[in-house]
């Protein structure tokens, strides 16, 4: 397969979603988008640590399911509620959105199965793990696809604004080595930002898509320079290797596919071409610069190849050895895992996605799960165009490297909003842009 032909698998980024096109259902329900326009605001602002500041038990042990769910959640079940009630006919709303929203559905569907699964054998312990972790993205995912295609754009750049100014706070926090949001020092061999989201990993995971996308619209002409620029610094200020590696060869892949096949169509614009070779000659030497200069990254630089947190991610393989093949199968209750854990002192915490995930569930749910998750990443890299398949796939690839989505997290939702957000942005933008003639991009198309 030629490399034109890789990215022409996915829909160009200009072409905007229509109005109404995600769903049969032809009645709009107002206060729709007020609810999803909050609930991404405290998705992305709101993390564990402030909720604990305020009082909320949200990852301590004991207290109410009520809250150990974040408030984001909430906004969207009520959003789900509020569109169920203005539907009218719940079965009949399933019935037409079931061509285009079975994916979404089938995953529900596993997720509930997984849920019940867990509630049976170990109690309501681990619910809200999926239900923030899990079922509230697919759940919006569902609700974006019966509003228009402004307000998807418009939750698509409230994300981005609002992960950017996340990132400047874990760039003034890394640079300075003070928590400017409140949260005590992170716990570690040294000082790493915490932002808004608390955990360093975890806002460099939710930085990942970031960065990606913002390189798109860069190169495209539409801005969000400085958004691409505070994300790359970023990734280095939360001390997130493998997401700072990751991010690297995604760019360069984005570079080598979308050039190649710009060179293919002949339609490689003068200043694309000029922002990739600034990037690939230039991109080095500055982060360089800003490693010596800044003192951003240093954890990276002192720590690039093995250190006790990458150690840890190696031992954590060995937890199979002390689980018996009835909680490799079923997975292990709350109680046993806190005992098991107290015990593995060179363990101390699971960090990997994959591992945790398969003894808190069991290998039975985590088969369960992946039928209905794989199906829907799948969709969302076709949401948008070669970009945004890499950006999941490249979330996906961090996200296996640490235990961020194995805790209660809102960045599986900020991954969706950005996704399917990113096609109905760009098409704003061509609409904008665009005059009689072509794209200002393609008159400047090297022909020679």
């Not at 867990?118 to 995912?141: C, S």
């Not at 230039?282 to 150690?311: C, K, M, N, W, Y």
Request: aromatic letters at 8%; one cysteine or more; charged letters at 15%.
């Amino acid at each position: 397969m030629s490399i034109g032909n890789l990215s022409d698998r996915f829909d160009a980024p200009g072409t905007a979603i229509p109005d109404g096109a995600l769903s049969h259902a032809a009645v709009r329900v107002p206060g729709l988008d007020t609810m999803l326009m909050v609930a991404v605001v405290l998705a992305c602002l709101v993390g564990a640590p402030l909720l604990e500041m305020v009082g909320v038990s949200y990852v301590r042990p004991g207290g109410s399911l009520v809250e150990k769910l974040h408030p984001s959640t909430y906004l969207i079940i009520a959003a789900l509620i509020r569109l169920l009630i203005g539907k009218g006919d719940v079965v009949a709303f399933v019935v037409r959105s079931w061509p285009e929203r079975k994916i979404e559905f089938l995953f529900l569907a596993t997720l509930c199965a997984v849920a019940i699964l867990g509630v049976l054998r170990h109690g309501t312990g681990g619910l809200a793990y999926l239900i923030d972790a899990f079922i509230t993205p697919v759940l919006l995912a569902i609700l974006l696809g019966e509003v228009s295609a402004n307000t998807r754009a418009r939750l698509f750049r409230t994300a981005l604004l609002l992960l950017t100014l996340n990132s400047a706070v874990g760039i003034i926090e890394a640079t300075t080595h003070k928590s400017l949001i409140g949260f005590l020092q992170w716990a570690g061999e040294e000082f790493r930002a915490s932002a808004f989201r608390g955990h360093p990993l975890e806002n460099a995971l939710a930085t990942v898509p970031v960065v990606i996308v913002s390189f798109s619209l860069v190169a495209s002409g539409r801005g969000y320079l400085p958004t691409l620029i505070l994300g790359c610094l970023a990734l280095l200020a939360f001390g997130g290797r493998a997401a700072a590696v990751f991010v690297a060869l995604a760019i360069g892949a984005l570079i080598l596919i979308d050039t190649g096949r710009r060179l293919a169509n002949r339609t490689l614009s003068v200043n694309r071409l000029v922002f990739y070779l600034i990037i690939v000659l230039a991109g080095p030497a500055a982060i360089a610069v800003v490693l010596a200069t800044t003192g951003l990254g240093e954890r990276i630089v002192s720590h690039f190849f093995l250190d006790t947190s990458a150690q840890v991610r190696i031992e954590s393989l060995a937890i199979f050895r002390y689980i018996s093949n009835s909680q490799l199968w079923y997975g292990v209750d709350n109680d046993a895992m806190a005992n098991l854990m107290q015990s593995l002192t060179h363990i101390g915490v699971i960090e990997n996605f994959w591992i945790a995930l398969i003894v808190n569930l069991g290998i039975y749910s985590v088969v369960i799960l992946l039928a209905g998750f794989i199906p829907y990443l799948l969709k969302l890299m076709r949401q948008g165009d070669v970009y945004v398949a890499l950006a999941v796939l490249t979330f996906m690839l961090v996200a296996s490297t640490s235990n961020s989505l194995a805790t209660k997290t809102t960045t599986l939702t900020l991954l969706t909003v950005l996704a399917i957000g990113y096609r109905d942005h760009m098409g704003q933008r061509q609409v904008l842009q665009a005059g009689p003639t072509e794209e200002k991009e393609e008159e400047d198309a090297v022909t020679g």
